[in-house]
């Protein structure tokens, strides 16, 4: 049952949690050897959060005896803070990497917005996404640096986003 379980977490994370275009960040190396019953939501979340993954994982509202954790699309849906110029950007270099763009594009979800920072999750309709509801899910991070005046741009997670899979742990 454990092997079980240390399986679906790894699928999770491998097939839902993002790296950025340069693999700067492992997050399945982050979680190797840790006991898994050991860790809470919160715990997930983090790193999560810290991967900049474009899923979150939150408890699942049916009782079946167990402590089930389903994935979500990171943020909230509204409107973008991101200007014309830096969206145009980001849709050329997300078609240019994953085959969809503008055209596919369904749903802004807002992650993180302040002076200094802006974290959008942007969805699109993916033909080939691995989830039942055909969406693929990427990250969009800016940063401004005062001392440089410069936007640092980055995009995170997998074109083809996972199946959503769910992590189940026994009370």
């Known amino acids: 049952m454990n092997k079980l379980v240390i399986t679906i977490f790894n699928i999770l994370l491998i097939t839902g949690c993002s790296v950025s275009q340069n693999n700067k960040v492992n997050t399945a190396a982050n979680i190797n050897?840790?006991?898994?019953?050991?860790k809470t939501q919160e715990q997930w979340n983090e790193i999560l959060i810290k991967s900049k993954?474009?899923?979150?994982?939150?408890?699942?509202?049916?009782?079946?005896?167990?402590i089930e954790l389903i994935e979500v699309w990171a943020g909230i849906a509204g409107e973008s803070g991101i200007s014309q110029r830096y969206q145009t950007m980001a849709f050329d270099n997300i078609k240019k990497r994953c085959g969809y763009g503008k055209d596919e594009f369904t749903e802004f979800r807002i992650v993180k917005s302040?002076?200094?920072?802006?974290?959008?999750v942007w969805l699109f309709n993916d033909p080939k996404s691995y989830r039942a509801d055909k969406l693929s899910g990427m990250t969009v991070f800016l940063q401004y640096d005062a001392?440089?005046?410069?936007?640092?741009?980055?995009?995170?997670?997998?074109?083809?986003?996972?199946?959503?899979?769910?992590?189940g742990i026994n009370n």
């Open 53 to 66: 993954s474009p899923v979150r994982l939150i408890k699942d509202s049916s009782d079946k005896g167990a």
């Open 147 to 167: 001392v440089t005046n410069f936007i640092q741009g980055e995009l995170f997670g997998k074109c083809h986003t996972g199946r959503g899979t769910s992590l």
């Open 114 to 120: 302040d002076s200094k920072t802006m974290e959008e």
């Open 33 to 38: 050897n840790v006991d898994i019953n050991s």
